[in-house]
Every structure is written in C-alpha cells, then in structure tokens.
C-alpha cells in the first residue's frame, strides 16, 4: 500500500511512524510534513496548500497513492476528502458534511440534541448583538463563563473564566473577527479525550487520553493546542469507555447516517466526566494532537490495515484492536511566548531527535547547515512508555532533559495529578 499524510504536526509524525512500522505498506510519503520525517517518508514540502483540493488530488495521482490519510481539521473542513473520492482515491478522514461536527459547534450542538447525547447547554451570539442581548446571555451563565469563537480555532479560540469582564472581551474580541460566539455552560469535572474509528455505524474506540490545555503548570495560562497527553487513564471508570461509545459516540454515528450524510474517519469526543456522566465538550472531526502521539505508541494492531478497514468501508470487519500494555505520555515542547508569539529559528540539538519512539516532530526545519531549528509554536513531543504511569512520566521527562532547545517552554505536571491519586469522578 503507497500512503500519502496531509499534514505536518507531531500527530501526522506519529501517523507516519505507525504506518511505516505496518508490513503491507510499502511506501509513505506526506504533504507538506517537517523535518523530522524525512526519515520515514518522502517530504512535498511544496506541493500546495493542505486546504487546496485540486492539488491534493494532483499530488495523490503523481505518486498513485492507495490511500490519503487527512490529518488536520482545515482540509477536512474544505472538503479535501470529497475532492479526493470524486477523483476516485481511497481516503480516511469525514467528507465536508460530516466534517462540520467539528467546523460548527452550532452543528456538533444540533447534531447532540437530536442523537440525545448530554453536552452543555449554549447559548449562540451574532455579531452585531445588541448590548441587552450579550448581558442578558452573561447572567444566565457563570460564575464561571465558557466563551467560544464559533468557527475553527484549533482549541484556542476558548476562554474559560470566573471574570465577567474578562468574557466581555473575548465576546467582543470574536465578534471583531466577525465570527459568531457560543457561551456556554461550564463542564465541571475531568477531561477525556476518546478517539473512536467510526465507519457509518460501526464505532470502535482506541485507548481514552487526557490532554493539558492550558499553557503553564497546574492548568494556568492561556489555552493552547495541547501541551501534553497521556494514555490510558487510571482513573476512569472500567466500563468508562464502553459508556462513551454506547451514550456518546454510537448515537451521534446513527444520527450522522440518518442524515444522510455518514461520517468515516476519526470522531474525536472531547468530552468532561461531571455528575451526570460523560458530557460533550467538543467533537473534533480527526485525531487529536498531542493525544494521538501516545496513543499510538500503545497500538500493536498495524495501523496501515485498520485505517483502511475505515477509508473501505470494512470496519466491522476488522479484528478486536490490540494493545501493549501499560501507560504512555507526551510531554509537548513549545516555542517561548507559544501560542500568542512563538519564538522560531532556535537550533534543536541533544538526543532522540531522530528516534520517533523518542521525540516526534512538529514545528522543525533544517537550516542551512542541515541542523534542525524551530519553526512553529508546538516543535516536539517527547514520548515516554512504562509498566506504569509514573515510569512512563519518568522516561519521558529524562528525554527532556537531553535535548537542547533555547528558551523552550513545557510543562512539568504532564500527567502529574493522575500520578498523585489527584483525579477523582464526581459522585452520580
Ligand atoms: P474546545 O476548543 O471546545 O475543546 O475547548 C478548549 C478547552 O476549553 C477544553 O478542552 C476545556 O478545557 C475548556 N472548555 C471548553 N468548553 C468547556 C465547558 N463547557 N466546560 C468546561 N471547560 C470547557
Ligand atoms: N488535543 C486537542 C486537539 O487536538 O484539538
């Protein structure tokens, strides 16, 4: 099989080296990629723009690629996938249709109440709402506000504050951008991040993930992309994940095929563990970053085999998923002044940088003596496995402290509270 990755983050690096690892692929390659692939795949650093359709197909046919794997939301959300297919190449990754469960948080939010699964309740903002109608909707809300920019914002567009002022702003700030704003109801209790391979109705779930959003230690600071996952989670409940699947993620897959428009692909639940149970924070229509890096590590199945059972529509086909036991993590380290400003063009030295089962790329580059620099505000993940989570944690940050890189800025509780015992499910 001759895979071709859209892409160019530590997820489509973790991708890559899943699938060079899988016997029945014979080759990779992946647009427009960093340089840390180099050695797993051929690089079209220059082959157009991820969100280009035409030119994603022109890509796929030069290289007669069997299979495209769509990594990001934002060709997802473009409608790379139905470009792709109508040209006749195989894909894994949602059509433009389904792909808005996670292109509108108003669709994911319809889609919810029809499928009957538990997410908070919102509240919808246009631009141009008259004062009366941005108060009244902050006093039904809080103490503490959720404040969404309602299109594609990679996890940053989010402002969650006990501030009222503070989610004045952000409120005002989206709606200069011209987007709509969606408050929201806050979720309170821990986060999950189930990664469920869903092929019209058929809903098989990788291992569950936690991710830290927030920039600094002891989740403060900004949000960002993700600074780090770990995978599985001790914590959950055992039948945690079967739960997700039968009250979250199999009934939104029944309502997608009801639509007419069944999703295939990766349906990413982001979702809090409160009172009531799992409730949605948010679907993400592919694989999550930096979560998929240690998930992942974990899989034994061959990947290549299992996301093409989905891109063929054989799903309920394909044999149980199989696991290594144990725990992984990643500990993501990002550019100084990441995500308002990162800093780029800071060398990268020390060890594992050309070890995937230890460092996974994301913003890299090479200069021009073939050393690799940052480019990005997320440059590399450091991955850690054990027999427990605080092996895994422990190998992961003396990776960390190998490598060179100026300035960089990560966070040193990766995976922390689930160590301590700290991580407790709300009493039902
Ligand atoms: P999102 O882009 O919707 O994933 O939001 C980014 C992050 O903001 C989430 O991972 C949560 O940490 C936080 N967040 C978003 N919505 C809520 C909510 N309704 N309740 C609590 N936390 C939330
Ligand atoms: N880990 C968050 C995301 O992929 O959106």
């Excluded at 506000?145 to 969650?160: H, I, P, S, T």
């Excluded at 995500?339 to 994301?362: F, M």
């Amino acid at each position: 099989m001759r895979i071709l990755v859209i892409g160019s983050g530590g997820r489509e690096h973790a991708l890559l080296t899943g699938l060079a690892a899988d016997d029945t692929v014979s080759d990779l390659h992946v647009v427009p990629g960093n340089a840390g692939m180099e050695t797993v795949a051929t690089v079209h650093a220059d082959a157009g723009a991820v969100d280009d359709g035409p030119a994603m197909v022109a890509l796929a046919q030069e290289i007669a690629a069997d299979l495209v794997i769509i990594g990001p939301e934002i060709p997802l959300v473009a409608g790379v996938a139905d470009d792709l297919r109508a040209a006749g190449i195989k894909v894994f990754g949602p059509g433009k249709e389904a792909a808005q469960l996670e292109g509108s948080k108003q669709f994911a939010k319809d889609v919810m109440a029809a499928a009957g699964v538990r997410t908070a309740a919102a509240e919808q903002l246009m631009p141009g709402a008259t004062e009366e109608a941005i108060d009244a909707a902050l006093d039904k809300f809080g103490p503490r506000w959720v404040v969404k920019d309602d299109g594609l914002a990679g996890g940053k567009g989010v402002v969650v504050t006990e501030d009222r002022m503070a989610a004045r702003q952000h409120i005002d700030a989206v709606h200069a951008a011209t987007n709509p704003v969606l408050l929201e109801e806050f979720l309170d209790g821990p986060e999950v991040s189930l990664f469920c391979l869903v092929d019209g109705e058929t809903v098989v779930p990788l291992l569950p993930a936690q991710d830290h959003k927030r920039a600094f230690d002891g989740d403060e600071g900004p949000n960002t992309g993700g600074m780090g996952a770990y995978t599985p989670l001790p914590w959950l409940p055992v039948d945690g994940v079967q739960r997700i699947v039968t009250e979250v993620c199999e009934p939104v897959a029944k309502e997608m095929v009801r639509r007419g428009t069944p999703y295939s692909g990766l349906m990413y639940a982001g979702l809090a563990w409160t009172v009531n149970g799992p409730e949605v924070i948010e679907f993400n229509a592919r694989f999550g970053d930096p979560e998929t890096q240690p998930v992942l590590a974990l899989l034994k199945t061959p990947l290549g085999g299992v996301l093409d059972a989905v891109a063929s529509g054989t799903l309920d086909q394909l044999e149980p998923l199989e696991w290594e036991d144990g725990y992984a993590l990643t500990v993501v380290l990002a550019a100084a002044g990441y995500p308002a400003d990162p800093q780029t063009g800071v060398a990268l030295g020390g060890e594992g940088l050309d070890d995937p089962a230890v460092v996974l790329h994301a913003g890299t580059t090479r200069d021009d003596a073939g050393g690799y620099v940052s480019a990005g505000g997320r440059v590399l993940n450091v991955l850690g496995v054990g027999p427990t989570l605080a092996e895994a944690r422990r190998e992961a940050y003396a990776r960390v402290d190998k490598i060179d890189f100026d300035g960089a800025l990560y966070r040193t509780d990766i995976a922390g509270p689930a160590t301590e015992g700290r991580i407790t499910i709300p009493e039902q």
